[in-house]
């Protein structure tokens, strides 16, 4: 039975290859379906397996019949050992998201992988393309998608490291003032890492900025890239947009982390601290190119228009409603509302609704006019219209939308005239009061209180003498917790110290094939490490009564399962002569410490309730 084990970064990949089998290279291109239509995206994959060898490259077909909306790299490698000697096999593996622009019958030629200086070609796929539904033209081409980072050979934007190093990839390095620069910072290692969270981030002075990875949406997966012929895994830790508000050369400040390696609750190489830091990447911004047309902005963009209603009468007022959507930095879109003889135009209320749509910053603009009708007619809307400088096609275009027809019924609205002015100039005689009518005048004021003061009232003095017993019970609830937490901690760290002994017993009796000391070892580091995570004995039960137990402390179905078969594995193997073998021993060895690691991750019910495995 062959074991199959993903190979870490620390692997020495060249010495694995040297006692491979015979060399064997696949290239298979598939699509999504092999019949699409005009401006529908499709999937395209090219992949190419290797045994016993590196793929150097992967040449893809030239696709210039399609729009690149969306493309991954993927290097996995996997190496299983068997009787027959030690397997190696590498893929390469590229996804593409495509749309078609013309329709017709499209070949897309084979990939080519290059293995030890030979070529491998694959297969061609033939592709019908359909035309868009009701004779429309598909949309727009969309901006290109930034290409993976090379396979191999030296990186920008990075010091490479042998252990670990960060990676500052901005994409294009020479936009012009207002185009998206997409910037992603990777973090590069051969080691297992946690707290991937830059001490100091990348500067972005003279930028504004838009994260292109959601609050709410998962994190990127990594991935494995070899550099410099040395395996890494790849995460990506910050992936935005950044939007030059100026020309010249800006740049991207190094970020800087610190890194946490190793550890572990149970056992695991100590803890250590990496600390690695970037390289500045300085972005080359173009102005505009000349003439630029005043107000023009980057990005692609269309504009709609309605009203709320189409008749009205003379003093109503009417809504009218923009909507800007595109591609782009929306903030720097302006539209003008020209005057309108018969009506009044009140300042525009405006929202912006900006958010990443993929790789791109796009989204939203809604503007709304409040127009009231003061004279009666037809009165039409002009069209709104924007210059927009579009840096993939290099050239200037004005988008406008469709004009609106007002209709206005009723008689003019006439200003109100304003009051005659008073001609008399003479001063009015001030009213004559009454004596009669004025009540007593009094020389002095008394304050008087309305009711007896709150000291003088029994609850406020039981108020007062409960404060202090108050203060007390909440001291001695806190002191109570404080106690616990350092009574569960030393738990812990004695169920771990009882873990790393038992687990070294069994480690001593595998190298002496003593399987009568090997096997009450390895029992006794799993209840040992439950009894640490539940705070509780469970020696004196069975194996029906543990299962039982595990159950209503929330663990998991699979993982209580198999802690309960490996225990009564333990007890019959005490018994067995197969189970005695120098292989067994290693298995059941490696059994153990992966289960005593899920326990790690294990958080018990209290009661009733569920727990993680």
Not at 20 to 33: D, G, K, M, N, W
Not at 75 to 99: A, C, D, F, Y
Not at 141 to 165: E, H, R, T, Y
Request: glycine letters at 8%; one cysteine or more; proline letters at 9%.
């Amino acid at each position: 039975m062959l074991l199959a084990v993903v190979l870490l970064g620390s692997f020495p990949l060249d010495a694995l290859v040297a006692v491979a089998h015979a060399q064997h290279v696949t290239v298979v291109t598939t699509t999504s379906s092999p019949q699409v239509t005009v401006g529908t995206d499709f999937s395209l994959e090219v992949r190419a397996d290797c045994d016993s060898c590196q793929v150097q490259n992967l040449e893809l077909p030239a696709l210039v019949e399609f729009d690149i909306v969306n493309r991954s790299l993927m290097r996995p490698t996997s190496v299983q050992m068997g009787p027959n000697g030690t397997r190696v096999q590498e893929s390469v593996i590229h996804r593409l998201r495509l749309r078609p622009r013309q329709p017709g019958r499209v070949r897309i030629e084979p990939a080519v992988a290059v293995v030890a200086g030979q070529r491998h070609a694959g297969n061609a796929v033939d592709l019908q393309v359909l035309p868009a539904a009701g004779g429309q033209v598909g949309p727009a081409p969309p901006p290109p998608v930034p290409a993976p980072p090379p396979m191999n050979g030296v990186l920008d934007g990075a010091n490479v490291d042998s252990v670990a190093f960060l990676r500052t990839v901005a994409d294009p390095v020479d936009p012009v003032v207002g185009q998206q620069v997409t910037v992603t910072l990777l973090f590069y290692t051969r080691v297992a890492a946690r707290n991937l969270q830059p001490e100091r981030e990348i500067a972005t002075d003279g930028f504004w900025v838009h994260d292109l990875i959601g609050p709410n949406a998962p994190p990127p997966q990594s991935r494995r890239e070899v550099v410099q012929g040395v395996p890494y895994d790849v995460h990506v830790v910050r992936h935005f947009a950044a939007f030059p508000l100026e020309s010249g050369d800006l740049v991207l400040g190094s970020p800087r982390m610190a890194i946490q390696t190793g550890g572990g609750f149970m056992f695991g190489s100590r803890p250590e601290q990496l600390v690695r830091e970037g390289v500045p990447v300085t972005v080359h911004v173009r102005p505009l190119p000349a003439p630029a047309p005043r107000g023009a902005v980057v990005g692609r963009y269309t504009i709609r228009t309605q009203l709320d209603r189409t008749t009205i009468r003379t003093g109503d007022a009417v809504t009218l409603t923009a909507f800007v959507e595109g591609e782009g930095n929306l903030r720097d879109v302006s539209l003008t509302l020209p005057d309108l003889p018969g009506l009044r135009v009140h300042p525009p209320r405006r929202e912006d609704d900006i958010r990443a749509q993929g790789v791109r910053v796009g989204g939203t603009t809604r503007m709304e006019w409040l127009l009231v009708a003061e004279q009666p007619g037809t009165y039409t809307i002009p069209p709104l219209t924007q210059v927009v400088f579009d840096p993939f096609a290099e050239r200037y275009d004005t988008v406008r939308s469709e004009p609106l027809t007002l209709t206005v019924a009723g008689a003019p609205v006439v200003a109100p005239a304003p009051a005659p002015a008073t001609t008399s100039t003479a001063p009015e005689e001030p009213p004559v009061v009454d004596a009669s009518t004025i009540g007593e005048i009094r020389t002095r004021s008394e304050l008087l209180r309305a009711r007896s003061p709150l000291s003088s009232s029994w609850a406020y003095w039981l108020g007062l003498l409960a404060m202090p017993l108050a203060l007390a019970l909440g001291w001695g609830v806190l002191a109570q917790r404080a106690r616990r937490r350092a009574h569960d901690q030393r738990a812990d760290r004695q169920a771990a110290a009882l873990v790393r002994e038992k687990l070294e017993t069994a480690k001593r009796a595998l190298k002496t094939a003593d399987a009568g000391a090997f096997y009450p070892a390895v029992a006794a580091a799993l209840r040992a490490a439950l009894e640490g995570r539940l705070g509780e004995s469970v020696g004196s039960l069975t194996h029906a009564q543990l299962g039982e137990r595990l159950e209503q402390r929330g663990m998991s179905a699979e993982l209580r399962e198999r802690l309960v078969e490996e225990l009564e594995a333990c007890d019959f193997a005490r018994f067995s002569a197969e189970a005695g073998s120098d292989e067994e021993l290693e298995r059941c060895l490696s059994r153990v410490r992966a289960m005593v690691q899920r326990l790690e991750r294990f958080t018990p019910a209290v009661a009733s309730g569920e727990g993680r495995a």
